[in-house]
């Protein structure tokens, strides 16, 4: 019985020993969970407005850079920072005074989404521009979109400006280490709103 016994402890402690090397071996969390959210219409979209069995008031608009749009029976509605389904059912409302029971669906073609939404990449980029955010866009992807940075960029001194719970933030970026050294730890993740300024270079 004692011999049994021992055998237990022992298969106990192997697999404590086992668990615990598990546990070191776990990726760590991520510094911060990405944004998340239905893609909201801003200024510079372009909607395609459906209004069921009413193709005379069925059309695709632009939205203002004002944040509005304006429809053959609708003058001036406000599109900006409101999902497709939310502009939607707002145009059935405003619709349903010359229609009986609009059924309208929205669907937007082109984006770039409100300003609040935007990155805006500033400096020594090849091409300098404000890009609408994507869900999980990271450091890289915006990197691509402007061209990558020119040959009087200080990379690794770049930055990305940041606001968070009302407070700016200041956050370094090793753009040379993640382009040149392909060194994908300096490709952190991009949060709506950022602004990132890539300095110039001073020999």
């Not at 776990?26 to 239905?38: F, R, V, W, Y």
């Not at 008031?57 to 497709?84: F, H, W």
Request: hydrophobic share 40%; glycine share 8%; net charge neutral.
């Amino acid at each position: 019985m004692n011999q049994h016994r021992r055998k237990i402890f022992a298969a106990s402690i192997l697999y404590g020993l086992l668990s615990g090397c598990a546990t070191r071996r776990e990726a760590p969390a991520p510094e911060e969970p990405p944004p998340s959210g239905d893609y909201l219409v801003g200024p510079g979209d372009t909607v395609n407005i459906i209004v069921w069995r009413n193709p005379e008031v069925s059309l695709t608009v632009a939205v203002r850079p004002d944040g509005k749009i304006t429809t053959p029976l609708v003058e001036d509605l406000p599109a900006s920072g409101k999902t497709s389904t939310q502009l939607a059912r707002d145009i059935e409302k405003a619709l349903g005074k010359f229609i009986q029971q609009p059924v309208v669906t929205v669907i937007v073609t082109s984006f770039a989404g409100p300003y609040s939404e935007q990155i805006r990449v500033i400096g020594e980029a090849a091409k300098p521009q404000a890009l609408p955010y994507r869900l999980g866009m990271s450091l890289m992807d915006v990197l691509i979109a402007v061209g990558g940075v020119t040959d009087f960029a200080a990379g690794n001194k770049a930055s990305i400006i940041r606001v968070k719970n009302g407070k700016q933030q200041k956050l370094g970026v090793r753009l040379d280490d993640l382009l040149k050294d392909g060194d994908i730890s300096a490709n952190v993740s991009m949060r709506p709103g950022d602004v990132l300024l890539i300095p110039e270079s001073f020999f």
